[in-house]
């Protein structure tokens, strides 16, 4: 027996320990060194470069957004997007006064550095860079006026000192030539009769030739009105500054109430005697998640969520009498329902719908109906016939597998289920002559005058991030449902009575305003100098159909699918008789140009949109058939 082997072995294993601890000294000496000696361009990783870019003539702005402070917070874009297009539009055509003036000799485009919360990229920390710290117009002054002094050769005598001077001062640069496509389209700009380089941030369509807009100014935003006579536009100031941020503009049925939100505070504004009414007390933690009008009544339905407890709940208000509902909505399962208020086309209803169930309100009577009709799966379309007298919702049983693909077939099916409303008793009977079962995906669109719906039904696999435009022609075909069993004779009930009726669809195209609900920020007509926020999707479906027998040209409808589908929100949908070819070239508009706020007038022959198309972030207008080369609806 070798006594001396454990000796040998405990030595071997202290010498393997010394020689490890040596090697780890080594090693973590020789990163100190490389840290403190070698130049920091060799170790440092240069810094991603996430900035929102708005960039002018003489004046380049980088805006690192922070972020979001919660789902009850405002988001810090929805503010300071359209406060940064106000600010480069002043400092760019002040930097343009100077030098027209021969007062300034500018090396380069002047860099403004606006970083809250993150950190910069290592080229916009540069020292000669315009550095400021809140979106204060005088702050951002004094900076511009202390770089100049610095950095570039400029008359001290001809600097501007204040806000309000600087608000003055005319636009020195002429408008630019719009782009000769869109010179043959006829566009107008309804913009023109601002006095200063405020931009544009949202709109509301009144009239034919009425809009109301807000613009940001030094403090906050202002309410517009804008009038258009022959080729003359006048505007006029309707409501002044904000407490934070105007928003969610949207018309009653008489056109006199204009709903709005400050700091996302749900208010009306009653533009005949001019007066804005709160709906809820200044002190409430009350802000709004989705509101509509009644069709017929000053009744603004929604849904608002409290910032503190966040308890979501249901709000009826008559902007007639100012006052709100007292129905008792707290019978309703108001922590689950979505948001959208589904108002029957007379104004008789709101319908809200939960994962599985729908819940009634009677406007009429200001009656609460919870658990009208519950089912096994989940709602996630539902639609009124015009009579008010019938109901449809799509119910889908099973979830999906990717978290970016949505296909069909990761779903155990389709059901579309059709109801029958007594108004007098509230009681619902399911018309089962008109349920329709698919393996695919299954959309609703309206309606027709024998309570007859018309619903898409095919296979659908696409990905979430879907382009924004997709042609679906291969993907569904179009049916009308069968008959009511009402109006069906049993022993001797034709086949397309009892049988759903394919229709001759041409083709069917998408058109997405938003590729996801992040992508919030958009040079809408490429001239890079403004940006636009955009939070809300609007779908916008045009089906090569004949319209149908009694079905409206544009319908409108929710869809609640979960992500990944991706047509999700508010989905316009209009029927066109019109070659492809028309369809294709409105939608290649809106997608090359980014026209991501605008709208089509009721009676489907003009677009209104918001628009940079030639320097500035206007409100444009323009007939469809000018911009498609013919008729499209």
Not at 120 to 149: T, W
Not at 363 to 390: A, C, G, H, Q, Y
Not at 589 to 594: H, M, P, V
Request: neutral net charge.
């Amino acid at each position: 027996m070798n006594l001396l082997k454990p000796i040998t072995e405990y030595l071997n294993l202290k010498r393997s320990f010394t020689y490890l601890k040596n090697l780890t000294f080594s090693v973590i000496f020789s990163f100190l060194f490389l840290l403190l000696f070698l130049p920091s361009p060799v170790l440092a990783q240069k810094t991603q470069d996430t900035a929102i870019k708005f960039i002018a003539e003489t004046t380049e702005f980088h805006f690192y957004a922070p972020m979001r402070s919660g789902y009850a917070s405002l988001h810090p874009l929805r503010k300071e997007v359209p406060r940064i297009n106000l600010m480069v539009n002043l400092i760019n055509n002040y930097l343009n006064y100077l030098i027209k003036l021969n007062k300034l000799e500018l090396k380069r485009p002047l860099k403004i550095v606006y970083a809250p919360e993150l950190t910069p990229s290592q080229e916009d920390m540069a020292l000669d860079h315009v550095k400021i710290y809140d979106l204060g117009l005088n702050g951002l002054l004094q900076a511009v006026n202390r770089h100049l002094q610095k950095h570039e050769k400029v008359d001290l005598s001809a600097l501007i000192e204040t806000v309000d001077a600087l608000s003055l001062i005319q636009d020195v640069s002429p408008p630019k030539k719009l782009a000769e496509s869109l010179a043959r389209m006829e566009l107008k700009n309804l913009s023109l009769c601002r006095t200063s380089l405020e931009p544009e941030k949202d709109f509301c369509h009144i009239a034919e030739n009425n809009f109301i807009t807000v613009r940001p100014d030094k403090l906050t935003d202002k309410i517009f009105l804008l009038s258009k006579t022959s080729d003359i536009t006048s505007g006029e100031i309707l409501l002044g500054n904000a407490d934070s941020d105007y928003a969610n503009l949207q018309l009653s049925a008489n056109k006199r109430y204009l709903a709005f939100t400050d700091a996302l505070k749900p208010k009306v504004y009653d533009l005949e005697k001019y007066v804005p009414q709160d709906i809820f007390a200044s002190k409430s933690n009350k802000i709004l998640l989705q509101y509509a009008w009644s069709p017929t009544e000053p009744l603004l339905i929604g849904m608002t969520l409290d910032t503190k407890t966040e308890a979501r709940s249901v709000f009826v208000y008559n902007a007639e009498t100012q006052k709100l509902s007292d129905a008792n909505f707290a019978k309703l399962p108001e922590a689950a329902l979505y948001a959208w208020p589904l108002i029957s086309p007379q104004g008789s209803y709101a319908a809200f719908t939960s994962a599985n169930a729908v819940h009634l309100i009677d406007l009429k009577k200001m009656r609460v109906l919870p658990f009208l009709i519950s089912v096994r799966n989940t709602i996630v379309e539902f639609i009124w016939s015009e009579d008010e007298t019938s109901f449809a919702f799509v119910e889908v049983e099973g979830q999906s597998r990717d978290r970016h693909l949505f296909d069909d077939f990761d779903f155990r099916g389709s059901v579309i289920r059709a109801y029958r409303l007594d108004p007098a008793t509230f009681s619902v009977v399911e018309d089962r002559a008109q349920t329709i079962q698919s393996r695919n995906t299954l959309r609703l669109i309206a309606f027709n005058h024998e309570n007859r719906f018309l619903y898409l039904d095919g296979h659908l696999s696409i990905f979430s991030y879907a382009a924004n435009i997709t042609d679906l022609t291969t993907f569904f075909s179009a049916y009308l449902s069968p008959h009511p069993i009402s109006s069906q004779v049993t022993s001797s009930a034709s086949i397309s009575e009892i049988e759903s009726q394919k229709l001759d669809l041409k083709y069917l195209y998408v058109f997405k305003n938003l590729l996801r609900q992040d992508a919030n920020i958009y040079d809408a007509g490429l001239n890079g100098k403004n940006q636009l926020y955009q939070d809300k999707y609007q779908n916008l479906w045009i089906l090569g159909l004949d319209l149908p027998e009694t079905i409206k040209q544009a319908t409108r409808t929710f869809s609640t699918r979960f992500f990944p589908y991706p047509y999700q929100g508010a989905n316009q949908v209009y029927f066109s008789g019109e070659p492809k070819e028309s369809a294709a070239a409105f939608l290649n508009f809106l997608n090359f140009y980014k026209i991501k706020k605008f709208d089509i007038t009721n009676d489907c022959q003009s677009l209104n949109m918001l628009a940079d198309f030639n320097g500035q972030l206007s409100l444009w207008t323009g007939e469809i058939k000018k911009i498609t080369g013919g008729k499209l609806f």
